[in-house]
C-alpha cells in the first residue's frame, strides 16, 4: 500500500465513463451480420468441455460455453464476454499508465487509445482467442511492472497466476514472459529475480497450466501440429507483412506514442525500472520472425507502450501551437473513424466488399452462416429420400460444420462432420452410414481423400444473399460415393490446417 500512496488516484470517473460507452456501442453493435467462423467453432467445442483441442486451448471454448448458457446462443449473446474482456483491457492498460505516474489526463488519453485503437475494438466486438489474450498480456505486464517498480518478491506469485491462466488460453504468452525476462536481465533491477518468490511464482504457473500441458501431450501435441503447419504455409508471407503490420494494426495516430514510450524510460531516470518492457518488445517481434508467427501476435505489446509513450506525447502536445493541436486532432479523429469502419460492424454487410475486407477479412466471416444452411438443405434434398438415412454431409471446415451445427436443425439437417481440425475428434461418422455423401468444397486431386471420395457431382453453389466476398462464397456442393468405412477412411482425412 505504500508503494500505492507514491501514484496518482486512479481516475475512476472519466475511465468509468470510457468503459461505460465502449460497452453500450459494443452491446448495441453485437447482434449485427452475425457469428463468426471461429466463434461457431468455439460454440461447437464449448459443447464439448474438455482441457485441449487441436488447435485451441480451452480457456475461449469455455467462456463461449458460459455466455451462451447464460446469455442465449445468438451472436449478442456470445459477444457479450468479448465485451467484458474489452472493457477489463481498457481498465488494466489505464492502470498501467498510472504505474508510469500518469496523472487524470494521461489516464483518460490512455483508456481513450485503447478502446479506440482497431485491433481492440476487433478483439471486443466479437469473440476470439485474442479477446481474453489481450487482456492476459495486459494484467501480466502490469503485475510484472508492479514488481519491477516495488521490488516485492511477492508479485510474483501474481505474475505466476496470470501467466497459468494465460497458458490455458494462448501459449504465445511465453513470448512476453521471454522478452521481459531477457529486459530484465539486460537493464534490471535484476534483483526481482534473486528471490524465492520467483520459484514459488513459477510453480502456481506450472500448477494452473498443468491439465492444458498434460491433455496436449497425450494427444501428440496436436497445437504444434498446427503451428508448424501455419508457419510452413503463411511464414514468409507473415515475415513480409510483419513491420508494415505493426504500424497499422494499432492505428497510425498511436505509432508516436508507442514511439515515444520506447525512449521515454531511457531518457527518464526514474523510470529505469521499466526498461524491460522497451527491450521485450523487439525481442518479441525478432522471436515472431524467426517462427513465422503472424504479425498481430506482438500487438498486445504495444498497448502498455501507448500507456508508457502518452505523458510525454501530451506534454509535446500542451507545448505545442494551436495549428499542432488541431492537425493531431484531425489525424486522430481520421484514424479513430478508419478504425470504427474496419473494427466494427457499422456499414450494410452488402458494402463490405472493397477496401473494408481487404483491411480487415473478418467482417465478411460473419456474413451469411444461415443462407449457407440453407444451400446445403437444398442439396440435401437432392439425395433420394430412401437414401437419406445413411448420408452424411461431410464439410470442409470447422465454419461450415459449426454453421450447419446451428442452423441445420431449423432446415431438417442431421449432425455433419468434418475431418477439419477438432471436428476430427468428434467424428468419424458410424460404419453404417453408408449412403451418398453430400461434400462441401472440393477435394485436391492427388490427395488421399481422392481415392476415398469419389463420383462426385455437383448438384449446387452457395451464394449468400449479401453477395460479401468472404471464404464460403461460391463453394461447390456434390454429392460423392465412399469407397472405405468412415472408421478407415477418417485418419486419411483429417485435416490439421
Partial sequence: MGADRELPRFAALPVGIVVAVQAVVLTALSGRYGFHRDELYFVAAGRRPDWGYVDNLPITPWLARAATALFGETPSGLRVVATLLGMATVVVVTLIAREFGGGRGVQLCTALATALSSYVLVVSHMLATNSADVLVWSALTLCGLRLLRTGDGRWWLAVGAVAGLGLANKWLVLLL?????????????????????????????????????????????PMLTVAGGISEDDGAGNRLLFVPMQLVLLSPVLVPVWIAGLVRPWREPG?????????????????????????????PLLLPLVALGAEPVLRWLGRGRTLRRALTGAAAAVCVVVSVLIGLPVVPATALNGPLLAMNKEPGEQVGWPDFAGSVAGAWRRIPDAERDTAVILAGNYGEAGALERYGPEHGLPQPYSPHMSYADWGPPPDRLVGPVLLIGRIEHGSPAADLITGCRAVAKHHNAAGVDNEEEGVTLSLCTLTRPWSVAWPQLRQYY
Avoid: D, F, M, N
Avoid at 526498461?275 to 504479425?295: D, F, H, N, Q, S
Fill in 177 to 221: 514472459l521471454s522478452g521481459l525476462g531477457i529486459g530484465v536481465v539486460v537493464a534490471g533491477p535484476r534483483r526481482v529475480l534473486r528471490t524465492w518468490w520467483l520459484a514459488a511464482g513459477v510453480g502456481i504457473a506450472a500448477v494452473l497450466a498443468a491439465p492444458v500441458l498434460l491433455w496436449q501431450a497425450s494427444h501428440g501435441w
Fill in 271 to 299: 523510470l529505469r525500472w521499466a526498461r524491460p518492457l522497451t527491450i521485450a518488445y523487439p525481442v518479441v517481434c525478432v522471436e515472431l520472425l524467426i517462427v513465422g508467427g503472424k504479425p498481430y501476435y506482438a500487438v
